[in-house]
């Protein structure tokens, strides 16, 4: 797989996913909830910080959670050109090129949104506003995809858990999030397939090796 069929894919990841982030930040409110199945919702929320909403450090970690995504984007960059000046097999340049995909799509809601977009409290946002919801840097990552496939009430005799509530699949994620996940299956399912031939390479190395040590003339040219 070439670089152009790899930026191609990247390029339409990222088109569907800020496509759909744009349309949900404009006709939802903060909250509202659309059911599609009983299964599954479109339910906007914003994630403030890391995996599943987590936060810390307040602005200034917001910051810099942000500029380490942009030097992880980098890395993943230089590691999807790598693979593929190596030829590496298909599977895995499809990978990385998701993962790339899915990491852009979510820097972009954190570097631009807070400034091309009002807040979402309590009224639809606005495009392009004179004033953003946040400065530059620490905008808000928008969710929509909500799967609770089951309930469960646990029962008040259990330990630790009785009583309470679990719903599964309970976070909010959006076709970034996708991406990446989907990126990082295809690398664990396919392992064997993906990285065979690093082994056959290893083995052929290692067969020089043993060639050279029990007949040393063969490194005399």
Known sequence: MNLKKSLVLVFVVLLIDQAIKIYIKTHFILGESVAVFDWFKIYFVENNGMAFGAEWGGKTGKILLTLFRLVAISGIFYWLLISIKKKEHKLLIIAISLILAGAIGNIIDSVFYGQIFTDSFHKLAQIFPEKGYAPWLQGRVVDMF???????????????????????????????????????????LFNKKIFSHKKDEEKKFDDEIKKIINDPSQTIA
């Open 146 to 188: 909500y799967f609770p496939l089951f309930d469960i009430n646990f029962p008040q005799w259990l330990p630790l858990i009785g009583g309470k509530h679990f719903t599964f699949f309970e976070p909010v994620f959006n076709i970034a999030d996708s991406a990446i996940t989907i990126g990082v299956f295809i690398m664990i």
